[in-house]
């Protein structure tokens, strides 16, 4: 998994140096819905920290399903 996190931390400087302009529209097609969609870098870039954290959480709760206890993390648990 840190080899993996650390291929993403290596996307997410690429896509923070290509798009410096973090609220100036950019247009990409989605493929599941087919068509095109105008989103900011900032709102891609909060959508996929959101979403690494959503996944942090689901290794988080399997590992204590599998009987291990994760080291501590930021991750709030109800």
């Known amino acids: ?7 993403v931390d290596k ?6 140096s290509a798009y410096n302009d973090i609220n100036t529209p950019i247009e990409g097609y989605i ?4 068509k095109k969609q105008m989103e900011t ?4 870039f909060s959508h996929i920290v959101t979403h690494e954290f959503h996944h942090k959480g689901q290794i988080m ?7 291990y206890t994760p080291p501590d993390a930021d991750v709030i648990r109800f």
């Open 61 to 67: 709760t399997m590992s204590r399903q599998l009987g």
């Open 1 to 7: 998994m840190r080899k993996i996190f650390a291929e």
């Open 11 to 16: 996307l997410v400087i690429e896509f923070l």
């Open 41 to 44: 870098p900032l709102s891609l």
């Open 31 to 34: 493929f599941w819905l087919k």
